[in-house]
């Protein structure tokens, strides 16, 4: 169908549906596009002069599109981009159709895309992205994707329909293997951590897969893990190594919960960065927003101070000082919540002290099966110390169980907070993770003892 009539159709339906107070963003303009035109998005898509970027992996995905739209932005781009939360194919098209006007034409100069992992082998021949970034792979949402190695190979197959540049964590040992299905070797571009203190030189133990090596099924031999499987490793067969990477993080002058201090190596060349958020798994974001900054040929002095600029993508959270011992406080709600306080606050942490207070009032949900998408696996090769609190401390133990982890659980909050505090070091940091009513019996028990701080994270 004509472009001008399959949009005006779309964004009259849509523009309806908002007035009639269903929603009208998400999926909606998408699914009747689909009906008029199939090939819509790729005509959209084409004009654009920049062509389309796309971000893809389990874990960061939105704040990495946020970081790369805005040193594309510094740079006098014009960006087009999706809403978290609208990451699958229908979501993709629906922020095409809003960024064209009725006559067709994208006003914008590049589009930057997150895309849910199962839905890249759909949007990239479409799409035909220029740039794919993959960040990591984690188990994620048990029931929807199934195995590890299935999700990657449906990644492969989306990089595989393009002639995409493609930026790969080499630190990932599932993700760096997706080179095989880029076009033509000189395509690939791996990131990675080269000199940070390793957390862990142990024996890699963990309830993910990605410790196998994706040639051959042999258990990798990690050197050094930065969090989850992440880290330096080779196949004792030696039929895959991890892959020398051109962008990497050489060294790391200070690491803390206000952000980390480094040095990035581009193509063999030194430069100072600061990002301004917490955590190793936000560096790695960081360094995948660099890899793609550095394969679009923008300058280094120019996106450098931009990543420095990056504004918290957490928000507020509130702190605790008591007896000398901080403890933050970080409401949990859902899956996707609490994943993202586990990333921030824990999995950067070495062995982090955590208590999770779990109520099943109606403001919390009275169901607590939620408690199974969110993936407490990548906490277990952490050695975090873990207690549990609340109404449903004992279903909040039995699924740490299933993670391989041990917690103490007690139901009473008072009680669990008493023990949780007496147990940290001196000068040491605690998480504390209640949902909505457990924070506030906690608030009211911390406020009896001490004040309570707001501070932006
Ligand atoms: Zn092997």
Redesign the pocket.
């Known amino acids: 169908m004509y472009i001008p009539l399959t949009l005006a159709i779309t964004k009259t339906a849509a523009g309806l549906s908002r007035s009639l107070g269903r929603g009208g963003g998400g999926a909606l303009p998408g699914l009747i596009a689909d009906r008029l035109d199939k090939r819509l998005g790729q005509k959209l898509a084409a004009q654009i002069p920049h062509g389309v970027i796309i971000v893809t992996g389990t874990n960061g995905k939105t704040t990495t599109t946020k970081m790369i739209a805005s040193a594309l932005e510094a740079s006098g781009e014009r960006v087009l981009t999706n809403r978290s939360g609208s990451n699958l194919r229908r979501g993709v098209l629906s922020s095409l159709i809003d960024g064209a006007d009725r006559r067709g034409k994208i006003d914008a100069t590049i589009a930057l895309f997150e895309v849910d992992e199962a839905s890249l082998r759909r949007v990239a021949p479409e799409l035909q992205p220029r740039h794919i970034v993959v960040l990591n792979l984690f188990r994620d949402q048990l029931d929807r994707y199934g195995e590890l190695d299935t999700t990657a190979a449906l990644i492969g197959q989306g990089i595989a329909a393009t002639r995409a540049k493609v930026y790969l964590n080499a630190d990932d040992p599932l993700v760096a293997s997706l080179a095989k299905y880029v076009a033509s070797p000189e395509l690939v571009k791996y990131f990675g951590i080269e000199g940070l203190p390793a957390t862990s030189t142990a024996n890699h133990q963990t309830a993910s897969d990605s410790d196998r ?1 994706p ?2 099924g ?1 258990r990798l031999k990690f050197v050094r893990t930065f969090y989850g499987h992440i880290g330096h490793y080779s ?1 004792p ?1 030696g ?2 190594d991890r892959p020398k990477p051109s962008v990497a993080i050489t060294g790391v002058q200070q690491a803390d919960i206000s952000g980390t201090t480094f040095t990035v190596a581009l193509d063999g060349k030194r430069y100072d960065g600061n990002l301004p958020l917490p955590g190793t798994y936000n560096l790695y974001n960081a360094l995948a927003s660099v890899a793609v900054c550095n394969g679009l040929k923008l300058e280094p002095q120019q996106y450098l101070p931009v990543l420095a600029q990056t504004t918290a993508a957490f928000g507020r959270v509130e702190r605790v000082e008591l007896d000398g011992k901080s403890l933050y406080l970080l409401l949990v709600k859902n899956p996707v919540g609490f994943t993202q306080v586990m990333e921030t606050f824990l999995l950067g942490a070495s062995k982090p002290h955590v208590l999770m207070l779990i109520n099943d009032g109606i403001a919390d949900g009275r169901d607590v099966s939620w408690l199974w998408d969110v993936p407490f696996e990548a906490l277990q090769p952490k050695g975090a110390v873990i207690s549990v609190g609340g109404v449903r401390a004992s279903d909040m133990a039995l699924r740490l169980k299933y993670a391989g982890i041990t917690s103490v659980a007690r139901d009473s909050i008072k009680d669990s907070l008493g023990q949780f505090i007496a147990a940290l070091p001196d000068g040491g940091v605690g998480y504390i993770l209640p949902t909505y009513t457990a924070m506030i019996t906690l608030r009211e028990l911390l406020a009896a003892q001490t004040d309570i701080q707001e501070v932006m994270i």
């Open positions: 090596c040639v051959c042999t196949c067969t039929d895959f």
